[in-house]
């Protein structure tokens, strides 16, 4: 066998390709397979737009696929591709050769191998592994997403969670769109604003959805683009999420803590330092010497572990079976944070209350839940992706580069798109 038939057996070109020659230049430690087209392809290749015979019309310079490595060599396949010119429409167009991928300049089987590492390793380090420039890979990735993308069947959704998350601190957002039954992310944009919903339905309304097929949307009570909903999708009651709930009476137990360290007895003031993270727990995941810290300060008759207490009962609500007992419970609770605040020195838990008002005011969405007991819990596993992603696009940070990584990691497309 000569390594000509050996690589062209390897690359399955088939009896209408022919390896013409392969090199190894000791020099640059590159492997070149010259390839070319063979009578057998005029014989069966046809135009692509009618069906019809072709002929062969001239050739294409020389061009450069970068193949996986031979060993630890650089291999490329070099070819100068034939143009084929249709007998029937008289069309010219350039001859699809079956070892090329969707980015142009790399083999199928690089893509592969590529994209396999982009999804476990950031773009650097595969550029560095490869040999190859970020800027390059960036093209596989951006050419596989768009493709498999817009294949994307978004037909079946019905329950969508929309969160954003930061980009850049301060400034700049994207906002997500997921499918919470299915776990897959929809879409991404960029801004948190009303105008973000409508970019999603257009995109949403390609990919064989429908507006008024969503029956739930769960989201943070505080969103600018809650109002968006009613408006664009009629048959969608909003659902503020459990978790997005929680964290809003979490960071009153804060306040409370903050005030309390800042203006309580100098004992209590003592006995609050660097406790932070106790009160932001739930009890059963505090360390041992966490909860021997909080065994000695629970005595003290603090207003921070009174308001730590409420937040745990809060939670626990959420643990009803129905709505009705859901909302008699939120009720109640609401009721004893009113009383606690009236017992507290002024302004002690201000927080509190203002935190048992938006429960009142956004009642009807909090109880919502209980219908299909859907949470945005996919989506905040997405932000510890997210910050992984924006170290793994690090120099390439803009919304572009992350929502195409978001999109290979979390959006279920098949990848490689051949
Ligand atoms: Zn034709």
Redesign the pocket.
């Known amino acids: 066998m000569t390594p000509e038939s050996m690589f062209h057996q390897m690359l399955g070109l088939g009896t209408e390709w022919e390896v013409s020659s392969c090199r190894f230049d000791p020099e640059t430690g590159l492997v070149i397979l010259q390839i070319a087209e063979t009578a057998e392809l005029w014989k069966r290749y046809r135009?692509p737009?009618?069906q019809?015979e072709v002929f062969c019309y001239d050739h294409t310079e020389e061009l450069v696929w970068r193949h996986l490595n031979v060993f630890e060599h650089k291999c490329e396949i070099h070819c100068c591709l034939p143009r084929a010119r249709?007998r029937?429409?008289q069309?010219i167009h350039r001859v699809q050769p079956p070892w090329e991928g969707l980015a142009m300049h790399f083999t199928k089987g690089f893509e592969a191998m590529a994209l396999l590492l982009l999804r476990e390793m950031p773009v650097a380090r595969v550029a560095k592994l490869l040999k190859e420039t970020d800027t390059r890979l960036w093209r596989i990735v951006f050419a596989h997403v768009d493709a498999a993308y817009a294949r994307k069947d978004m037909s079946e959704v019905t329950c969508l969670g929309v969160d954003e998350m930061s980009i850049r601190k301060g400034h700049e957002y994207l906002t997500i769109f997921a499918d919470l039954k299915a776990k897959t992310v929809l879409f991404a944009t960029e801004g948190k604003d009303k105008s973000t919903w409508e970019r999603f339905i257009a995109e949403w309304e390609k990919h064989e959805g429908h507006r008024h097929q969503l029956t739930q949307v769960s989201m943070d009570m505080s969103k600018a683009y809650r109002a968006a909903v009613p408006e664009w999708c009629r048959n969608a009651e909003i659902v503020f999420d459990k978790y997005h709930v929680i964290a809003h009476v979490n960071s009153a137990v804060d306040q409370v803590r903050k005030y309390e360290l800042r203006y309580g007895p100098v004992s209590v003031r003592e006995a609050l330092k660097k406790t932070l993270w106790i009160w932001r727990k739930n009890k059963e995941n505090l360390t041992d010497k966490e909860k021997e810290r909080l065994a000695g300060i629970e005595h003290k008759n603090l207003w921070t572990a009174k308001a730590y207490q409420m937040r745990l009962v809060f939670q626990d609500i959420y643990r009803s079976t129905t709505v009705e007992e859901a909302r008699k419970r939120f009720k109640v609770w609401c009721r004893w944070v009113r009383m606690v605040t009236a017992q507290a020195p002024r302004y002690y838990f201000a927080s509190m209350l203002s935190a048992a008002k938006m429960v009142l005011n956004h009642l009807g969405g909090i109880l919502a839940h209980w219908k299909e007991k859907i949470t945005n819990a996919f989506m905040e596993g997405l932000n510890s992706v997210f910050s992984a992603m924006k170290r793994r696009a690090r120099g390439y940070r803009t919304s572009v580069h992350l929502i195409a990584v978001l999109y290979l990691m979390s959006a279920k497309l098949k990848i490689p798109f051949h």
Request: proline share 0%; hydrophobic share 10%.
């Open positions: 135009c737009h009618d019809a249709c029937q429409c069309k």
